[in-house]
DNA sequence: ATTATTGTATTAACCGGTTAATACAATAAT
DNA sequence: ATTATTGTATTAACCGGTTAATACAATAAT
């Protein structure tokens, strides 16, 4: 999975979304150390300071800690991934919702629709 | 409808986007005409400049037209913007369904939760 | 003990988007 | 004819995110 950024917003924030959807999704497990900020880094194709700012935005939020020259770790904490988690979804879920609106579609249209397209060529 | 533009990326791209919206929703009818530069741009509490730039990119893509010192108008080509409408609704949810399913939500968990939530509280 | 790797911090340069101020030609409105 | 409004253009300053280079203390690995 690359980490695909776009330019047309700050990198950091992207890369904050990144790395929750990865702990989310279970690609870094609950628990486990994370690869070093310069690995990271170099994965991303960014600078490591930029990967050190979203790191500590993370650790603010308590998704991750860091033992001083350890490494990096994943929080333990079921509870709170699985509230990341959700609150994610909703985010998704709402935004999408909200623009579709917008754009003139109807509740029962967006169903249909998406019901249209994940069922059909989709997945890659 | 206020115009919510985020800090979080370039504000031009956001103009663009919100009035594409408005046209294909209808708030900017097709062929009429537009707000001034200025209006617009005072509308949005951006710089004129900005506003410009933006407006400039949606006449690249011929869904407005400037007639030099008369205005500017939405394009009258009904294809047209059916098309933009179709390919905005398609990007949003390829996104979505990209996101979520990153997220771990299968397609059919998908379906329940916007169903769930598009039944309840979502319409303001 | 020495070495390599960890997270962390600092400073300066860079870069693109945004604002600000201003000007101009064309023309609709008066 | 004069005035106001239109889109357009230009230049400089500003600002925040990003990069770059470098350094440091702590400690795991050797």
Known sequence: MPWDLKSDRPIYAQLIEQI???ICS???ALGSKLPSVRELAQEASVNPN????ALAKLEES????????????VTEDVEMVRNVKNRLAEDLIEEFLQNMKRLGFSED???T???KISGGAMNE
């Open 20 to 22: 929750e959807l990865k």
């Open 109 to 111: 249209e967006i169903i």
């Open 50 to 53: 930029t990967m050190q700012r």
């Open 62 to 73: 308590g998704l991750v800690y860091a033992n001083r020259t350890e490494g990096r770790y």
């Open 113 to 115: 629709v998406i019901k």
């Open 26 to 28: 279970g690609v870094y």
